[in-house]
């Protein structure tokens, strides 16, 4: 197997893996959300005064915008490491495709002995 296969492959692993444990910890985390608004202390029915609660409300908002920025930037890095990758490939196909191509055949008997002679 060719080495540009095998990072491809490593890389679209690395890219499941990460969107697969990403969608978990955002479940967990929306899971989470729900039965803490659920209970009596996100109703307001105990000890959380208002701004406690506008603070908890920011502080679910910036998380989430976190989350949804970390997931950008290492999507963009994965597109990055695959056109890294991609390059040494196409490289190889020009080079393969350039040595594999045929040169013309001598026309006559002068050009034959020539290149019999190099």
Excluded: H
């Excluded at 890389?11 to 499941?16: E, G, L, P, R, V």
């Excluded at 929306?30 to 000890?47: D, L, T, V, Y």
């Excluded at 196409?90 to 008997?109: F, G, I, L, Y």
């Amino acid at each position: 197997m060719e080495q540009a296969t095998m990072l491809k492959q490593i890389i679209n692993f690395n890219k499941t893996i990460f969107n697969n444990a990403f969608n978990a910890m955002t479940m967990l985390q929306e899971q989470m959300e729900k039965m803490a608004n659920m209970s009596p202390m996100g109703q307001g029915i105990w000890m959380m005064p208002g701004e406690g609660r506008k603070f908890v409300d920011e502080y679910v908002k910036v998380y989430q915008k976190g989350c949804r920025d970390f997931k950008k930037a290492v999507e963009e890095n994965f597109k990055k490491a695959e056109e890294f990758f991609a390059e040494p490939v196409k490289e190889k196909e020009n080079v393969t495709k350039n040595t594999t191509e045929k040169k013309p055949a001598p026309k006559n008997a002068a050009e034959k002995e020539n290149v019999t002679k190099k």
